[in-house]
Structure formats: structure tokens, C-alpha cells
């Protein structure tokens, strides 16, 4: 499971202007295995116009959602919270004693 930094898909073409659109750059992220953009919806919005212009197909959006929902059902995002161990958890019993000071 690969998750980008925030807007990266979108910074492909904004910022460092590898492709001319949005759409491009939403699809080059994809398909270079990017499973999930991890910012705003500016560039996901246009998977849709990526996948009808030929940029990016259905499957590499399965393959993502594929990715993605495997990783949330290992971490027991999709159990009874009362299931899931890691809500157990507490801030306290996890906290540095350095950031105590802060």
C-alpha cells in the first residue's frame, strides 16, 4: 500500500509541471502505484476524465481500492471497535516522557 504526500498527484502537474493537467498527473500517480493521494480531492476528482480519456484504467482503480480496503481490514478499521486491540491503546501509557515538556 503506497499513500502519497498531500496533493502529490496533484503537484505532478501544479508544481513541477511533469504533465499539463490534473487529469494527467492524477493518472501517471496511479499507475505508477500510488494507492492512495494523500491531500485534497483536486486531482481525484479527475480519475474519472483519466480513465475516459485513455490516461488510466478501471483496474488500476480497483487495484488501489484493492490495496487500500486490504490494509483497513488488517488494522481492524472495519471491526466492532471493541475488537480491534488497538483501541485498547491509550495516549498516556504511550507517550515520551520528553513530550511531557511540550
Given at each position: 500500500f503506497v499513500v502519497s504526500d498531500y496533493d502529490a498527484w496533484a503537484n505532478i502537474a501544479l508544481a513541477h509541471h511533469y504533465n499539463a493537467t490534473l487529469r494527467a498527473g492524477?493518472?501517471?500517480?496511479?499507475?505508477a502505484g500510488i494507492d492512495q493521494e494523500?491531500?485534497?480531492?483536486?486531482a481525484i476528482s479527475t480519475l474519472p476524465a483519466a480513465i475516459r480519456d485513455g490516461l488510466t484504467t478501471p483496474a488500476a482503480v480497483a487495484r488501489a481500492?484493492?490495496?487500500?480496503?486490504?490494509?483497513r481490514i488488517?488494522?481492524?478499521m472495519l471491526d466492532p471497535p471493541t475488537h480491534v486491540s488497538y483501541n485498547a491503546l491509550r495516549y498516556n501509557a504511550t507517550e515520551?516522557?520528553?513530550?511531557?515538556?511540550?
Open positions: 492524477a493518472a501517471q500517480g496511479l499507475n494523500g491531500g485534497s480531492a483536486l481500492f484493492r490495496n487500500l480496503f486490504r490494509l488488517r488494522l481492524g515520551l516522557a520528553s513530550n511531557g515538556r511540550h
